[in-house]
């Protein structure tokens, strides 16, 4: 495949270069945050599993330096293009700079900004966030989170952030294999440690953004997450190929159950089962709350032996997000002649498929004597 071949299958990619974007999966958040208006207030953030790092760029644009991204900054030149033909046609020509001008929102830089990124995977640095190399499945890694969003006052035995955050993202993803099962539950432990990560540092009336793969029992995972969030919506942004099983959960509105504590070693008192009051078995419309002896809140969705023909299922609204005009992730657009094919903004510094090739030449080529893995 070309190089001017991507950039015109995928308008995503051309588009994230000529913007400056290290990632096409800017254009997902930002069209998350045109649905649901993610950012408004938020001055502390985490993000999980973050490089190459276009969604903190987003982060450091729109929180940092206040500029004007999303809806009216990247759709500007389409939108344009397509009022000046609107125009010509009516009354033959409007100044279109002018009209974009009124509808666009005018941001300012916030204080007190605190922005947090990990990844597995070395990050090159971005100007106002901190950036750290660790595993979020690993329960070492939540002491590292507090300790980078609150240096001053971090104190090594508390598992919850002493400033809580406003926002947790999580675009997180593994090496995917073309084996749907396999994927779906390596992806859902990435979202389980997420959310894990995210009840120790949230406020309350916090937000929770994650990626999700849409397998058959991810309606347990949407049943999970209302526990612990007022609101739990499942979105689709126009730049996430309608071909793949990915979207996002946004769960807005964090409101644990009272008496709840983040715990390292069992997050939600995941693997224990526990008796539950007679008054809770009548109670089908949400899952159940259930208070351990040590504090530590249980998650608890009732089991198939007890309820037999109930269902106890929960289906999350779903919402496809992105305003209509912006491109389709699954078409092919037209490239003018002189079209320039750019370089990406910020290649991987170290990828994993780095020492399969390096294997692979060491082997003489593709059907060298040494197998991979
Ligand atoms: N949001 C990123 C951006 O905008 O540039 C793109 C994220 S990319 C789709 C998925 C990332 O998940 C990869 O960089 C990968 O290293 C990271 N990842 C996968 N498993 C992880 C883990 N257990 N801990 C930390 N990061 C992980």
Redesign the pocket.
């Known amino acids: 495949m070309g190089k001017s071949s991507k950039d015109k299958r995928d308008a995503y990619y051309r588009l994230a270069k000529e913007q400056g974007w290290?990632?096409r999966?800017?254009f997902k958040l930002l069209q998350l945050d045109e649905e649901f208006n993610l950012f408004e207030g938020v001055t502390r953030v985490v993000d999980?599993?973050?490089?190459?790092?276009?969604?903190s760029q987003v982060l450091s644009r729109v929180l940092i330096k206040g500029e004007r991204v999303g809806r009216a900054g990247w759709e500007d030149k389409q939108a344009k293009e397509k009022l000046a033909l609107a125009a010509e046609r009516t009354s033959g020509g409007v100044q279109v700079d002018n009209v974009r001008e009124d509808v666009t929102p005018v941001l300012k830089p916030r204080e007190n900004v605190r922005i947090v990124a990990?990844?597995?995977?070395p990050m090159s640095p971005l100007e106002g966030i901190t950036t750290l190399r660790?595993?979020?499945?690993h329960p070492s890694t939540i002491p590292l989170l507090l300790k980078a969003l609150d240096p001053e006052t971090f104190d090594p035995t508390a598992v919850q952030a002493s400033q809580p955050v406003d926002l947790v993202i999580s675009?997180?993803?593994?090496d995917v294999t073309g084996l749907h099962d396999l994927d779906i539950y390596v992806q859902s432990q990435?979202i389980w440690?997420a959310l894990n990560l995210a009840l120790c540092v949230l406020k309350p009336g916090g937000s929770f953004v994650a990626k999700i793969f849409r397998g058959k029992d991810v309606d347990l995972l949407y049943a999970q997450l209302k526990i612990v969030f007022e609101r739990v919506r499942v979105a689709k942004p126009r730049s996430s190929r309608a071909s793949s099983v990915e979207a996002f959960v946004v769960c807005t509105g964090f409101n644990p159950p009272q008496g709840f504590k983040a715990s390292l070693d069992n997050p939600l008192g995941a693997g224990t089962r526990l008796e539950r009051s007679p008054s809770m078995k009548t109670e089908r419309t949400q899952p159940y709350r259930v208070t351990r002896p040590d504090g530590i809140i249980e998650l608890e969705l009732g089991s198939e032996d007890e309820d037999e023909g109930e269902d106890i299922r929960w289906i999350a609204p779903f919402l496809a997000c992105g305003d209509l005009s912006a491109y389709d992730a699954d078409a092919s657009y037209h490239l003018p002649k002189d079209h320039v094919v750019l370089d990406p903004v910020q290649p991987p510094t170290a990828p994993p498929y780095k020492k399969a090739l390096e294997m692979r030449k060491a082997a003489g080529g593709a059907y060298g004597k040494t197998k991979l893995g």
Do not use: M
């Open positions: 290290r990632a999966s800017a999980l599993c973050a490089a190459p790092g276009s969604w990990i990844d597995l995977q660790a595993d979020i499945t675009d997180g993803a593994p990435l440690a």
